[in-house]
């Protein structure tokens, strides 16, 4: 893998890819519709798709260290475990959240 230089103004490829993309095509189709979207619209949506995945990816890794506890069987003391039960609960919560506004 080559580690090619980021085009100004960019701060990832995906950025640059949402930015760039062809939306053209789903402009004109929309035109034959009572609802005419523009392009920008069209990238306004996969950039909120992508930032609500980056939110589910985010949770992640608090979640798989809750979990790798029960797993191993980590003990702790009775206000840690609270604290952890606490801490993956909210994960799972904002999890559902972000993925009832994908659906």
Known sequence: MTNLKLPTGSTSWID?????????TLH?????????????T?????????DRLQTLADLVP??????E???????????EWGRAVNNAHDK?????????EVE
């Open 28 to 40: 004109l189709e929309s035109c034959d519709t009572d609802n005419v979207i523009g392009p920008d």
């Open 69 to 79: 506890m029960v797993i191993k069987g980590t003990l702790l003391p009775p206000n």
């Open 42 to 50: 069209f990238r306004a949506e996969a950039r909120a798709e992508l």
């Open 16 to 24: 640059y890819a949402i930015a760039t993309m062809d939306a053209r």
């Open 92 to 100: 799972i919560n904002e999890a559902r959240r972000v993925m009832e």
């Open 62 to 67: 608090g979640l798989v260290e809750v979990l």
